[in-house]
């Protein structure tokens, strides 16, 4: 118990609010990381899951890939990628790009496929081009499932950066390894916590998001509600199932 | 005018849907394709607007061969009403409505304006212009689905079991206004269906198709119900049955119409004379809106 209030009371200390060692400066650098991550990572995989899901094509591909890079650990690839291109941003980047890539293309195709082929095929029939078919009728019905890659990536990488301070890099992650060897561990505590924290709002931003990004009609519509709700379960299921493997991995 | 010469579909697991068919669907007249399912009726229909693109043989639409048009122009001048409306979900009524007129580059107020009036051709409420497809009932959203097909003005309507999913009450409601809105608009409809009286009902010509895409016979519904080429298609209009065959029951003055099972089909309409056609049982061609009276 004695560690734990050491924990709260290291994060009300004022001198924690100053300095370039100070929480909002480190929370800042998370997160500016994070969205950097999540930026690379959606150029690559959102255009590669939208052509996948609205071709039907490169489907084996699509899930065969991440399936090998969520194999990779990531801790030993920041290590390995730092010995190869140095000390910089640029390993940890690339490694936690590879990580956020898996859930967004997911996201991408399997929200693509969720749209019900009928419709698909209903406005191809009216004399929509390809081109329109993807941005009037499958983007706009599947945002919600595309925005849950993203807030799967997000939650991954805004975690997982923690692991990048192994390098002399900024982040939360920096109380973590800086405490380790001097066994301070109720500032160890208060980095875990603050990662968490920092996770869970990550968590309820992007869950708000899902909700704003989901077209009127299906969520008024009552049918399609339902319709929608059995393949978000779906997709969600998908989601978990990668999640629990980079846990399980880690 | 539509015309089909020799026109066969192969799809690429080797199942024939369309076996060498050559037909004319002659412009403004409803022609239906019924048979049943697996009978390639809805790939007849899907050729019209190269949603299938036939193996061998030409589909020209006034003279003009489609395999000759750009898809999505072509597209976009036919009116498409398929099962369960199609409707885009995230759009709503009146934005359904005005999908190809919008896509035809009409400014998108004026479509709307439209959309509202054709919601009154199809006998649609305005005040359900703003919701969306998902709070309407299933009649509701084929009539939006029929508005929409309508909306570009189209000369040719292709209608692939609009009312399939629809129950038999609000069914009978929307066929019949289906043919008095083709009595107003003089369209060329091509209607698939595998309801033998729906075809009756609505077709000016009936084309009644074998299992393997097959063209069994060609005709007005009288010409099927009095000639049926074989026992196929007795069968599939339920001559072979009895179920066409009436007859008059009753007395002169309170005559009823029976069928073969002696089940009660309907009454005269006021004002014919049983004496003349008592005699003419069973009466072909008769059987159709007596067969209308009965369901």
Redo the contacts between chains.
Sequence with gaps: MNQLFATFAWLLDPAHYAGPDAIQVRVGEQVEYTLLTLLLASIIALPAGLAIGHTGRGRTLGVQIPAVLRALPTLGLVILLALMVGLGLLAPLIALVILAIPPILAGAYSGLESV?R??V?????????GW?VLW??EI??SLSLITGGLRSAALQAVATWTIAAILPLGGLGRYIFDALPVQDYPKMLAGSMLVIALALVTDALFALLQKVVT????R??????VRAKTTHSHARAALFRHASFIRNER | MIEFRSVTKQFPDGTTAVDNVSLVFPSRKTTVLVGSSGSGKTTML?MI?R?VDPTSGSIEIDGERVSTLDP??????IG?V?Q?S???????VVDNIA??PV?RGIKKKEARQRSLRLMDTVGLERALAER????LSGGQQQRVGVA?GLAADPNILLMDEPFGAVDPIVRAELQTELVRLQRELDKTIVFVTHDIDEAFLIGDQIVIFRPGGIVAQIGSPADILANPVDAFVASFVGVDRGKRSLHLEGTPETPVVVDSEGRVAGVLAAGSNPLLIAEAVPQPGAGAPAQGAAT
């Design positions: 019900d009928e419709t095929d209903a406005a191809r029939a009216l004399g929509m081009t329109q009037k009728v706009p019905l077209p009127p009609g299906v008024a519509g009552r049918a399609s509600l | 899907r607007n949603m999505v122009k072509l597209r976009r001048s498409y398929m369960n199609g409707l885009l979900p995230h759009r709503t999908t190809v896509l969306y497809p998902g709070q929409r």
